[in-house]
């Protein structure tokens, strides 16, 4: 099941990565593309990407990558600028979490994403005899985010 679940996020990566439009691409360039190094993102600061660590250190990219005879690199960097590395050329692949992505991509940016969605992983957290112990006792609060795009 893991190994699954690891390699649709290799499938995840490829697709991003042919963010050009494969479709069209005559047979010479797409031989071409294939000799290109395809950066994956690799951020280790997360406990909620252990599948791309264990894909990683198994051997999951080597394998699939060998399978289609193409060469990547993981890139380690920042999982909060993914947006701004895949546009920029930094990267071809990353990961994030879906609610930091949506505002860049409905604002236009030129990118498709595969994504397996779960919840639970954020958590919010309040002081000691604050008063606050449901989402409804918020109403009416004032609450800190990082960014106004932040899944969180």
Do not use: W
């Amino acid at each position: 099941m893991m190994r699954n679940v690891l390699r649709i996020g290799v499938i995840a990566a490829l697709a991003l990565s042919m963010i050009t439009g494969c479709n069209s691409l005559s047979e010479t360039a797409a031989d071409s593309n294939l000799k290109e190094t395809v950066k994956i993102l690799n951020n280790k600061e997360s406990l909620c990407l252990a599948p791309v660590h264990i894909a990683i250190i198994n051997g999951y990219f080597d394998e699939e990558f060998e399978a289609i005879g193409q060469k990547y690199e993981i890139v380690v960097s920042n999982i909060d600028t993914v947006t701004e590395q895949v546009t920029s050329g930094e990267i071809n692949a990353g990961y994030g979490l879906t609610g930091t992505l949506m505002q860049p991509i409905s604002n236009g940016l030129p990118i498709s994403f595969v994504t397996g969605l779960h919840r639970g992983c954020t958590k919010f957290y309040v002081k000691n005899g604050s008063g606050i112990g449901r989402l409804e006792d918020l109403k009416g609060k004032t609450v800190g985010v990082s960014s106004l795009s932040d899944s969180a």
